[in-house]
């Protein structure tokens, strides 16, 4: 058995409740992560209210507007974004590094490899 089986993913956990099995998405390891600034944005009025463009300014994609709400605690991560705020953008390789190291491969690629 290799060491990835004893991962587990870390956007949700998988519960029993009522003979169903659940994804329960809000207890998570996800809150465990711990990533380094890496950098400082000054949000202007065309990125007001849009971490998605934020992401995509920063790291050439829109996907990861989450993870800058989440790196800077933000309870609200579309109003939160105001012009003027200085928002930290995270260490986007050390974020990989952790999606790494916690989640499993997917069945098809474990098969490629055997």
């Given at each position: 058995?290799s060491s990835d089986t004893n991962k587990t993913k870390f ?10 099995r659940e994804l329960d998405y809000l207890d998570t390891t ?16 065309p990125f007001e209210y849009r971490p998605d463009l934020i ?60």
């Amino acid at each position: 058995m290799s060491s990835d089986t004893n991962k587990t993913k870390f956007f949700y956990k998988e519960k029993e409740l009522n003979d169903y099995r659940e994804l329960d998405y809000l207890d998570t390891t996800l809150n465990t992560i711990n990533l380094s600034t890496s950098d400082v944005f000054v949000v202007t009025a065309p990125f007001e209210y849009r971490p998605d463009l934020i992401s995509l300014r920063v790291f050439g994609d829109y996907h990861y507007g989450w993870l800058i709400a989440l790196h800077n605690n933000f309870l609200d991560p579309v109003f939160s974004i105001t012009i003027g705020k200085e928002i930290d953008i995270p260490d986007i390789d050390e974020y990989f590094d952790f999606f790494s190291d916690n989640t499993f491969p997917r069945s098809r690629d474990k098969k490629i490899q055997e």
